[in-house]
T-cell receptor, first 114, second 110 residues
């Protein structure tokens, strides 16, 4: 298995632009997680899905952030409009069932908002 | 407010030393505690702990949970330069909410 796949690996954009991050979880995993990591705040869980349904989105910073999982093999995290403070590494992870099981992380997307 | 605190924030040791990393937590409705290792890229899973007093072991790494005193430790014996990483602790609540600590940066010098 290729593991969790994220794209793009790097994204540089200007403030106010829309950013879409993509994730393909490991086949057979029914839980998917989006994280944000910065030096200041460490690793933060933004949202997680179970069987394509959002279970906990309490970590989503504000309305500018949205996430979807239209099917078991694809998820997106969208930021609109983007701001410089959104600059971070965004990780997607998947697990067989829930956050208490081993999560497999993707390589991350490094987002820079100028 | 739920919180997970790791100590020390950073640590420098020499190869062959033994290190103990700490993770204390204050959360309601605790379910499990997880340890991850993060080198220059994404975190990788080390252990999941749910019961007090039962040691989990993998090679030179081991971990144990104390649910009475609300902490966990991660031990690494005979450290190697490849153990250099950030070690992350996370607590999962019964609601499946996940809270990460800020991590401990371990540097192992040759």
């Amino acid at each position: 298995d290729a593991g969790v796949i994220q794209s793009p690996r790097h994204e540089v954009t200007e403030m106010g632009q829309e950013v879409t991050l993509r994730c393909k979880p490991i086949s057979g995993h029914n839980s998917l997680f989006w994280y944000r990591q910065t030096m200041m705040r460490g690793l933060e869980l933004l949202i997680y899905f179970n069987n394509n349904v959002p279970i906990d989105d309490s970590g989503m910073p504000e309305d500018r952030f949205s996430a979807k999982m239209p099917n078991a093999s694809f998820s997106t995290l969208k930021i609109q409009p983007s701001e410089p403070r959104d600059s971070a590494v965004y990780f997607c992870a998947s697990s067989v069932e829930g956050p208490h099981n081993e999560q497999f992380f993707g390589p991350g997307t490094r987002l820079t908002v100028l | 407010e739920d919180k997970v605190v790791q100590s020390p924030l950073s640590l420098v040791v020499h190869e062959g030393d033994t290190v103990t990393l700490n993770c204390s937590y204050e959360v309601t409705n605790f379910r499990s505690l997880l340890w991850y290792k993060q080198e220059k890229k994404a975190p990788t899973f080390l252990f999941m702990l749910t019961s007090s007093g039962i040691e989990k072991k993998s090679g030179r790494l081991s971990s144990i949970l104390d649910k009475k005193e609300l902490f966990s430790i991660l031990n690494i014996t005979a450290t190697q330069t490849g153990d250099s990483a950030v070690y992350l602790c996370a607590v999962v609540k019964a609601t499946n909410k996940l809270i990460f600590g800020t991590g401990t940066l371990l540097a192992v010098q040759p």
